[in-house]
């Protein structure tokens, strides 16, 4: 897909004939420098946003040229979001935000499997808590949940762990790589550190719009070199 924003001198290619597989039942972190164009394909890849060319699938599905409606339902059923602002409802129980969702699309939760998502999440005991009573890994557990609970074909993550500190952030990660192992969920992560890529079964390096590398099983060290590889072509 390509996406272009602006027309003549403005015109930003943010996305440059880019072509990826985004494999079911695995964890895919996103990573690149700042203006890469990381958002952008997420955004295009969860149609939040346009292509300017190119055919987007999800679990089957061609999204791109789906009308808003059909689109606004597809995100709704098949889709779950987890964003670095933890979203949720101040006046909801953590309970309440986890099922929602759920319930908006005019489904009847389905108790064993928000069960076995609670727990996989560690929440048992704060169900009963509104979110200004979690801490901040607390509350973007809850939001995990909240997005695993619907039992989505993917779950888009943008820089999950962006307000959290690094014990809090660990959490989270190691729940949203629990929730693909155990499972089965699909989940694509956005995210600038390479110890939170490190959790990924494979990292897709963006550069300029374009796709110039990927690692699979990567560690924090091995991401790193890549990145102050790429910092080496760029600046030279
Ligand atoms: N709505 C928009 N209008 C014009 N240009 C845009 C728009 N959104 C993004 N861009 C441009 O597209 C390019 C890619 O942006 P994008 O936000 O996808 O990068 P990113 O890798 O997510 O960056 P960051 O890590 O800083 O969030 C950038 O050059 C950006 O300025």
Known sequence: MTK???????RVVALDAVDIEIPRGRLTAIMGPSGSG???LMHCLAGLDSVTRGRVWIAGTEITGLKDKELTKLRRDKIGFVFQAFNLLPTLTAEE????????AGRKPDADWVEQVVAAVGLQDRLRHRPAELSGGQQQRVACARALAARPEIIFADEPTGNLDSRAGAEVLSFLRRSVDVLGQTVVMVTHDPGAASYAHRVVFLAD???????ADPTAEGVLERMKRFDKIRTS
């Not at 272009?4 to 403005?10: C, F, I, L, S």
């Open 4 to 10: 272009a924003y602006g027309e003549g001198d403005t």
């Open 38 to 40: 990381k958002s952008t």
């Open 97 to 104: 935000n986890i099922t929602l969702p759920t319930a908006i």
């Open 209 to 215: 719009g374009r796709i110039v590398d990927e690692l």
